[in-house]
Nanobody, 115 residues
């Protein structure tokens, strides 16, 4: 069974940076897109950023200009560089990989930004 393993979360002061990484435990074929989502306490899970197999990127308005997504389909890895972090970025961040056959989710990594 394929698992997505996330790393890179933690506690950082406002204005700081973190880099999240996600890797699949086994090869996933026919990837359509990869992305990051987040869920803050008491809120619904929301899209942060996605990248298609062709390299097209999409960002939530709240993170544009601060976050950068990158990925490697062949290695089944996806990254999220987060700069100029704000307290409102505090959430559990989830990695997502969508293939033609099914969707995979990581278990989440906590990001906490202190003011």
């Amino acid at each position: 069974q394929v698992q997505l393993v996330e790393s890179g979360g933690g506690l950082v002061q406002a204005g700081g940076s973190l880099r999240l990484s996600c890797a699949a435990s086994r090869m996933i074929i026919s990837i359509v897109d990869m992305g990051w989502y987040r869920q803050a306490p008491g809120k619904q899970r929301e899209l942060v950023a996605t990248i298609t197999s062709g390299g097209s990127k999409n960002y939530a308005d709240s993170v544009k200009g601060r976050f950068t997504i990158s990925g490697d389909n062949a290695k089944n890895t996806v990254y999220l560089q987060m700069n100029s972090l704000k307290p409102e970025d505090t959430a559990v961040y989830y990695c997502n990989i969508q293939s033609r056959l099914r969707e995979y989710w990581g278990q989440g990594t906590q990001v906490t930004v202190s003011s």
